[in-house]
């Protein structure tokens, strides 16, 4: 949602419904474990009323026990928690599971793979970040393919039905590489939001690409 329209955010949460998104990812940055302040909870609960579409949050936070719950009861069935930035990273991943929602782990560009291996029974998601979490726009990172083909053998290692999510400058151009090596989630933003042709072609064109690739 970064490059959405921040004065009419449930419109456009509403707009990306209509296109056909499978669910909608708010970037939450609390200013110290990156450099942006965005998204509070209660601007992510005015939205929920908008759309059925299902809401994930993606806490690029340095507290995430304190702020879990809070865009829970804000209407995010599912949130995603940073490796590096969780003291007590199984306690956190098990108080989101407590709380009703999803967990999910995310990965920063240099941090290995094996940082999540013993907590992989207890995710649903690992999000691998294909940029430095904590602006938009950025450019794809092809060297994290590696890592995430690397994470998609350890999932299927585990025979859970464990989601592997890229985020950061997927586009037209990168979303192929990104499913050859194994993501079946795929995080969009200036991808969707500046396309000519508008947010229904965006979606549909990215969606089209990733199924070529997966073909």
């Not at 939450?28 to 759309?51: A, E, Q």
């Not at 995080?187 to 070529?212: I, K, N």
Request: aromatic share 4%.
């Amino acid at each position: 949602m970064l490059p959405a329209d921040f004065s009419r955010l449930g419109e456009e949460c509403a707009a990306l419904e209509k296109a056909g998104v499978d669910r909608i990812h708010w970037d939450v940055m609390d200013g110290v474990f990156v450099p942006n302040l965005t998204i509070g909870p209660d601007v992510v609960r005015s939205c929920r009323r908008w759309v059925d579409v299902p809401f994930e949050a993606h806490l690029m936070v340095m507290d995430a026990d304190l702020l879990a719950p809070l865009y829970v009861e804000a209407g995010c069935e599912r949130v995603l928690v940073h490796q590096e930035a969780c003291r007590h990273l199984h306690r956190t991943l098990g108080a989101i599971r407590d709380l009703g929602a999803s967990p999910g782990v995310v990965l920063n560009p240099a941090t290995p793979a094996v940082a999540i291996a013993d907590v992989l029974d207890l995710v649903d998601q690992v999000l691998v970040m294909t940029v430095n979490p904590g602006f938009g726009g950025q450019a794809y990172l092809a060297s994290m393919e590696t890592k995430v083909a690397e994470i998609a053998g350890m999932i299927r290692s585990t025979g859970r039905p464990i989601r592997l999510e890229v985020d950061g400058g997927i586009a037209p151009g990168t979303v192929g590489a990104a499913v050859a090596a194994g993501a079946d989630t795929l995080v969009a933003g200036s991808a969707l939001f500046r396309d000519p042709e508008g947010l229904e072609h965006a979606v549909a064109d990215l969606r089209d690409h990733a199924t070529s690739a997966r073909a």
